[in-house]
């Protein structure tokens, strides 16, 4: 994978882990639990996550040892394959433990963003 796409796939995750914190920002678990959509679009960013993680190269996740590749994998594997074994317990743990921390990581391996050509500071 070039290494243009394994940041396309990090920026993927990012986004998807800051859509989920953006959309339970001021929920509690007992809303979580009540909330049919809130909870389908948490489980399908959650999805989103593990599969741009599974498209990374073993060796891009290997030189980040740091994130729990096997876990937001299997998560992800979970909600799709085991819709009916997923426990809003676990899921709402993610968010409120794991997904900050998460963000936080990803946020330090995209690259930032080319100068914009057309964009001048002149005026």
Excluded: C
């Amino acid at each position: 994978m070039p290494l243009e796409r394994s940041a396309a796939a990090v920026a993927d995750m990012l986004n998807a882990a800051q859509t989920i914190l953006q959309y339970t920002a001021g929920k509690t678990r007992e809303m979580y639990e009540f909330d049919q959509f809130l909870r389908h679009a948490v489980e399908r960013n959650i999805e989103i996550i593990g599969e741009a993680a599974r498209r990374l190269p073993p060796a891009f996740r290997d030189a980040h040892p740091e994130l729990p590749w096997r876990a937001i994998m299997g998560t992800r594997h979970i909600l799709a394959h085991e819709y009916d074994a997923v426990d809003n317990d676990i899921i709402w743990r993610i968010i409120v433990e794991h997904l900050p921390a998460l963000v936080e990581r990803l946020r330090g391996m995209v690259p930032p963003a080319p100068p914009d050509p057309e964009r001048t500071d002149a005026g």
